[in-house]
């Protein structure tokens, strides 16, 4: 069985893979601003008037935003405590509505 095989699963592939996610996305943001650069002279050399490169730029810039809160675990809306809360939360309707129930 070879090394790499053998922490399969483990907190160093774990944290390889979280490592190469997060180069990927700086590589990707490196693209992202190099062309919205060549999109941005563009637009000012032909179309100066029109600044049409900002929906590119707003458009890809969301796809971006997205990106980094999945590559960095940001989850404002559903964190990794959410779940638990939520269980917890409806155990304790579900154990109200029970002793209602019961006690009427």
């Known amino acids: 069985m070879k090394k790499k095989e053998a922490v399969s699963g483990s907190p160093y592939e774990r944290a390889r893979k979280k490592a190469r996610s997060i180069r990927q996305f700086y590589i990707t943001l490196t693209v992202y601003c190099l062309v919205m650069l060549v999109l941005i002279t ?3 050399l032909t179309t100066p008037g029109e600044l049409w490169f900002q929906y590119s730029a707003i458009g890809w810039g969301c796809g971006m935003i997205f990106y980094a809160m ?5 989850n404002p809306f559903l964190s990794k405590g959410w779940e638990e809360r939520k269980i917890q939360e409806l155990m304790a309707k579900d154990k ?3 002793s209602k129930e019961n006690g009427a």
């Open 42 to 44: 563009i637009n000012l």
């Open 70 to 74: 999945r590559v960095f675990d940001y």
């Open 96 to 98: 109200h509505l029970h």
